[in-house]
């Protein structure tokens, strides 16, 4: 089994930047190769969106139109966290944030459905 834990969400006020970290854990024997971390947000009112997401084997990303130039995913293997980092946030950016595994990619890697397993969400709130 796999169990995710975010942390790094708070209050910021707009043009602000904050990092949004998610350590993954495994039980012993539990194989995780080439799969996914992705983060997600839900504002109030609001479908879950994917953000932004990284492959586990070669690195690559993607991410959510609104956000590209601002946000940046990354990945510490020895530390098995991922990072978000967040930059000049804006009020719209305001959310509950999730990061998730995909143990079975697929081919849509920013798709909420694609995910197997799932950590608590953190808040980020951005003032105006």
């Known amino acids: 089994d796999v169990q995710l834990q975010a942390s790094g969400g708070g209050l910021v006020q707009a043009g602000g930047s904050l990092r949004l970290s998610c350590v993954v854990s495994?039980?012993?024997?539990?194989?995780?190769?080439?799969?996914?971390i992705g983060w997600f947000r839900q504002a109030p009112g609001k479908e879950r969106e994917g953000v932004a997401c990284?492959?586990?084997?070669?690195?690559?990303?993607d991410y959510l139109d609104s956000v590209k130039g601002r946000f940046t995913i990354s990945s510490d293997d020895a530390k098995k966290t991922t990072y978000l980092q967040m930059n000049n946030l804006k009020p719209e950016d305001t959310a509950v944030y999730y990061c998730?595994?995909?143990?079975?990619?697929?081919?849509?890697?920013?798709?909420?459905?694609?995910?197997?397993?799932w950590g608590q969400g953190t808040l980020v709130t951005v003032s105006s």
């Open positions: 998730a595994l995909d143990y079975w990619p697929g081919t849509a890697p920013l798709e909420a459905d694609e995910y197997d397993y």
């Open positions: 495994a039980v012993p024997g539990f194989v995780l190769e080439d799969y996914f």
């Open positions: 990284i492959n586990s084997t070669d690195g690559s990303t």
